[in-house]
């Protein structure tokens, strides 16, 4: 296990590398530039701004430079944002992204997982098919059609709940914008989940478990249902990481303070540091959640061996 796991951290190494270096010269390579602004600065001032903050070096120079930053744990200062470094910036918002993430995955493992195995043990029935037909809905409406239609119904017409705002995360402003987050995710964990259980349901094993007698409730959650949610294992890595650090669309149109929102308007207006740190955060991220998958896997599923 503990090989494995060294294995996972010196692949996730050169990964990051990766991801740094194609960041900063992808940035770089935009038009544009992060002090152009409706009035032109003099060429005295602009070459004072660009040798401030180390843009007057060559490209490779610059390049050594960030590369040195991360090493020690430094993404640099924000090119728009006055007197705030990157980390700074990570720090304010990744609250709002992760109390409404943790939420989303939460809600959406907890409804997905339970209708996806109401489903497989009534297979071809009325419940099966309602299920999946909702799910499919679900795949298929994207976010930025269900949050406005949401906010409209539930927040101008009956007037239930805030039409946006964080509101120091009060609760009422909460309830929109996880519902419009966990939606989609209920439609696919509901659907990886029936396929899995449907698949294990019919397996040597399970049928071994009935023939001895064994209750019928045994059977689905002590013998089938952890079998069943190992592709959902895979899954919820990356889908993870996406609602942790945020939805552009769910961020915006609920004038949520969360990472999606900084992420893309710091795209916008070239402020490569902030952009750069925000992916290498997604990155690392991912690379941490997939290594908790692979772990989960071993606990979940005695056949599978981490050597």
Not at 171 to 179: D, F, R, S, Y
Request: charged letters at 15%; proline letters at 5%; glycine letters at 8%.
């Amino acid at each position: 296990m503990l090989r494995f796991i060294g294995r996972r951290l010196l692949v996730a190494i050169p990964t990051l590398f990766l991801v740094v270096t194609l960041a900063f010269f992808m940035m770089r390579a935009a038009p544009g530039s992060p002090f152009d602004m409706d009035r032109k600065l003099s060429p005295e001032i602009e070459a004072n701004v660009m040798a401030k903050y180390g843009m007057n070096k060559p490209l490779g120079a610059q390049y050594v430079d960030y590369l040195k930053g991360v090493l020690h744990g430094d993404f640099g200062p924000s090119l728009k944002y006055k007197d705030k470094t990157v980390l700074q910036i990570l720090q304010e918002n990744f609250k709002v992204s992760l109390t409404l993430g943790l939420s989303a995955i939460t809600l959406a493992g907890a409804i997905g997982v339970t209708l996806g195995v109401m489903a497989a043990l009534r297979q071809n029935g009325w419940v099966d098919y309602g299920v999946m037909g909702v799910a499919i809905i679900g795949v298929c409406i994207p976010t930025f059609v269900t949050a406005p239609l949401l906010v409209l119904l539930f927040g101008s017409i009956l007037q239930w709940l805030p039409n946006g705002g964080w509101n120091d995360g009060a609760i009422a402003n909460l309830i929109l914008p996880i519902t419009v987050l966990a939606l989609p995710q209920i439609a696919i964990i509901s659907r990886l989940t029936r396929a899995g259980m449907i698949e294990v349901l019919h397996s040597n094993y399970v049928r071994t478990a009935r023939a001895k007698g064994l209750p019928a409730h045994r059977v689905v959650f002590k013998h089938a249902l952890r079998a069943a949610i190992l592709p959902l294992v895979s899954y919820l890595g990356p889908a993870c990481a996406g609602l942790l650090t945020g939805s552009l669309v769910v961020e915006k149109i609920f004038n949520l303070p969360g990472l999606g929102k900084f992420f893309v308007i710091s795209a916008l207006q070239r402020d490569y540091t902030v952009v750069m740190g925000m992916v290498i955060f997604y990155a690392a991220l991912i690379l941490f959640l997939n290594l908790v998958a692979d772990l989960l896997y071993a606990v979940l599923d005695p056949r599978v061996r981490l050597s």
